[in-house]
């Protein structure tokens, strides 16, 4: 069992100020004054180019006329706000039917990328041109047109005031990223899924009413009278080959898209008669965490929140959930995204905020040097993702990896590190030539400071005995200045000098310079003092909200899952913990010694 004192310890040195909840900044939209005001000037991050060059090939369209969707401010899945959907599927998975019946009865704005570039092709608009060649070969609309019509639409008033079911976007995981940038993000996310063989079988029964919108099938629900009947139409993409085209691309894309969502997502079986799945579906818009819905007079149904009076704490408490099966190594893709996507949107909120030492401190096993399972290319990834993601919006970001320390017999690096500089050189930095043009790789130290450096990402600086790296790093933080500085899985526990030789600074200076640095995100998985297995638990911190204290519950079927226990606003101790597991009330008298451990500890 490890000693309660070094759980208390961990803690007292990471005492930092409460962070304050502060409103997020508001996000601007890629929009036309934008892209032409960059006209003259050379594009100064990939997405910049990209916006230039879709602005080229895009640049007549009514989009540049009318796309001011400024101000736009999306938090994150407050929950005191109108309700927000989003419902994904394979083509014909019924998306279309269970919107109408989800409008009929919580109000929502619907709001279908299809239905909308439609619309656009039987106006025979720019737009719609453009998007009618994509979408008779079964093929998808250019992200450009179809993200400008989303938030275009998303930033109406209607739909702060009724919520809006987003049905048909994103298609793509570039899509996906966008709402992220924008911190659009859905309180809940439904997937629903039907066999191929059905899915073609209903494309081709599939008749729509041009006058009501209605949606029938020939076989299944066919039209109420014969006159409905004479004006109904075929979509032109609804024959066999192009559906079967339209699954693929389907099929390659949903993997990446729900990623984005996992911790909201509900998969639900489509292949049943509607008002069953409607049924399903209702019963979880319903349950959104910490709302009550109300149905009014007209059968519209409005959100009350239980928190109106402290929204704050509303957003943070339920704001994201763990996902489960973290003993399951190699942790899959969708884990290893949702950590990394959860680590990005902390720093960016932080960074957003001004505040310039950060650091990430994340322990899943993964990440965890100390367990055999712990993978080096899970840091670099998670790096990567940082890096790419900085530099997308505009800024140069330097990626540095400590050197080798020490002179002549004492020189070496820490194992953790070894090679690492080298992975990073030869990893795939995607296109546009991220790598040297805004992504840089440097070491730690006052001379890897350029005037062209907007922030700084650090992997893993972490002393090693005899060697100090905080001399370096604190020489580099003095010539960074306000730039960010983000320390990723620091390990800067303070060692024994080498030889006795003296350091620039005391050891009470070096501890003060390394809790200068505040935790924009922080997450551990909670065992039995002294185990691995099973995990108890955990706690997360997400700048700028609260720690989050979960357990894990073994559900029927072994389905697992996390609850939250508790939230605090300082990192809780051993004790808190104990505590908060047992069901004891804050502040009780605490106990002398906890029964929780942590894996050990990263400072
Ligand atoms: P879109 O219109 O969104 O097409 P889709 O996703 O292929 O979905 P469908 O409209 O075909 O089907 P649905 O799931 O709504 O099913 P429905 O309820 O109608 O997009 C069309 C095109 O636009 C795309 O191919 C692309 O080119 C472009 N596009 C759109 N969004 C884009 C984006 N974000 N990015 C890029 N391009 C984009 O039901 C189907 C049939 O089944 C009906 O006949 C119905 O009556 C029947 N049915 C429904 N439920 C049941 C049930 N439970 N049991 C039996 N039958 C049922």
Redesign the pocket.
Known sequence: MLPATTISSLHSTNAYPTPSLSPLSTPSLPSSSSSSSSLSLPPSSPTQRRRLRSSCVFGDTHLRINPKPRGLKVNCSVSSEPLRVMIS?A????????CELIVQKFGLVHI????L??AEVSSGTEIGNKAKE??NA????P?EI?TAMVTSRLSREDTKERGWLL??????FS?AQSLEKLKIRPDVYIV?DVPDEILID??I???LDPATGK???LK??PPETEEIKARLVIRP?DTEEKVKS?LEIYKKNAEAISSSYLNIMNKIN?N???EE?FKEIESILLQVPKDTVQTTKSGNAVLESKYQMNQASASQDSWRGIPTRLNNIPHSREIRKYFYNDVLEATRRAINDGRTRLKVEINIPELNPEMDVYRIGTLMELVRVLALSFADDGKRVKVCVQGSMGKGAQAGMPLQLAGTRQILEFMDWGDYGALENFVKIGSVGAKEVDEQDDMFIIVAPQNAVGNCIIDDLKAMTDAAGNRSVILVNPRLKDLPGSSGIMQTMGRDKRLEYVASFENCYFFRLLYYAGTQYPIMGALRMSFPYRHELYKRVDGPSGIEKYVILSTFPERPSIEEINDAFEGKPRNETKKAAGFWGFLSGIL
């Open positions: 599927g083509p014909a998975s019924g998306k279309g039917t269970q279908s990328t299809g239905d570039l439609r994509f979408m079964g093929r998808l609309v992200d179809v049905d048909g976007y994103p298609r793509s899509q629903l209903r494309c029964g599939r008749r949606i029938y099938h299944s629900f993409d339209r489509g049943r008669p509607k799945i």
